[in-house]
């Protein structure tokens, strides 16, 4: 449904490419748990529903799909949170569309388009 909305303001490509490297990177080490959380330490697939990035603030939502789970989190003000794992889907959707309506006010973004124009 919101797999792969990525919007960015005023950030290269390449440097969005590079952010979504380090968070998932991060998430993947830090929080998530072996035996609980995977079996197989390669993350499987990883999905952002939202990026948006203005005057050097980071605000992001993104998915991990691991071999047992998919597990949502969130990132601003220079940390990177879990979701309750019992909200789930829908959670995270709505939370993607309020960031979306919260934030889309102070900028002319289409919220629809994939990819990043710069």
């Known amino acids: 449904m919101l797999d792969n909305v990525i919007i960015g303001h005023k950030i290269p490509k390449e440097e969005i490419d590079k952010l979504q490297a380090e968070m998932i990177d991060f998430a993947s080490k830090t929080i998530l748990k072996a035996g609980e959380d995977y079996n197989s330490p390669n993350v499987k697939e990883f999905d952002f529903g939202f990026i948006y990035y203005m005057e050097g603030q980071l605000l992001a939502m993104f998915k991990i799909i691991t071999d047992k789970k998919t597990i949502y989190f969130a990132k601003q003000l220079g940390t990177t949170t879990r ?7 829908e959670h ?10 919260v934030n889309g006010r102070h900028v002319n973004v289409d919220w629809k388009a994939t990819g990043v124009d710069v």
């Not at 979701?83 to 889907?89: M, N, Q, R």
């Not at 995270?92 to 309506?101: D, I, R």
């Open 83 to 89: 979701l309750d794992d019992e909200k789930g889907a």
């Open 92 to 101: 995270y959707a709505q939370l993607v569309e309020m960031m979306k309506h």
